[in-house]
């Protein structure tokens, strides 16, 4: 028996034949849906380089993916880091090179010729110049989320988004200190049966300890 007419008229009933999401599966199926609509089949979304912004703009819910999440993987391998970022390794601070020949009249430049320092001289030994990120003891990165909303209070009261953990929990706060080689969740939530445009960014910068986090912002640190 052929049945190929009837199994196109009940795509067509129940909206599977349609490419328009908001028409998808009348019957609340959301196996066509776009987006991720769990943890474990997020979306990927890998940075490599510091300071990042992210901006989301997409809609959500009605007969679309009521959740949607993104997994954004950390593999920082370029690092600006902040002028106020200050670290200590072993007793010692770190130094800040500048090119500003006027910035303090009081000391003459220096000249580094990296092939002379090789020896101890009047007991210093060389300075090393590092830029690595794994020497520095549990190098951070700062995770900022914002939801920017879309300037209609009905609509951005029902919509939510949230930073999530390694470990697939929610995390309570929308700012993030985590390690700069590891990855974390974005969830993105519509709370009603309407479809809910959203707009929300993220910035990813470096680079920071976490022996020298202020007391108040270790809350936002995770593993």
Not at 78 to 85: C, H, I, L, R, S
Not at 208 to 218: D, G, H, Q, V
Request: glycine share 4%.
């Amino acid at each position: 028996m052929d049945v190929t007419q009837q199994i196109n008229r009940q795509m067509i009933v129940s909206g599977g034949g349609s490419s328009r999401p908001e028409y998808y599966s009348v019957n609340r199926s959301l196996d066509r849906s776009k987006g991720s609509n769990s943890l474990i089949n997020a979306e990927s979304q890998l940075i490599t380089a510091l300071p990042h912004a992210s901006n989301y703009k997409d809609s959500v819910g009605l007969f679309g993916a009521e959740n949607i999440f993104i997994k954004v993987e950390l593999n920082v391998r370029n690092v600006q880091a902040k002028e106020d970022t200050i670290i200590t390794i072993n007793d010692y601070t770190e130094c800040i090179i500048t090119e500003d020949k006027a910035s303090n009249v009081y000391w003459d430049e220096a000249e580094r010729d990296y092939t002379l320092d090789l020896f101890i001289e009047n007991e210093y030994e060389p300075a090393q110049f590092i830029n690595e990120l794994t020497i520095l003891p549990r190098s951070l990165v700062k995770v900022d989320l914002n939801n920017l909303k879309t300037g209609n209070k009905y609509i951005d009261a029902w919509f939510d988004v949230r930073l999530y953990q390694k470990n697939r929990e929610e995390h309570p706060y929308d700012i993030m200190y985590v390690p700069y080689n590891s990855y974390f969740y974005i969830g993105f939530h519509a709370r009603n049966t309407k479809r809910l445009p959203y707009n929300v960014s993220m910035t990813v910068d470096g680079l920071y300890s976490e022996y020298t986090l202020p007391p108040a912002e270790k809350r936002y640190l995770v593993s």
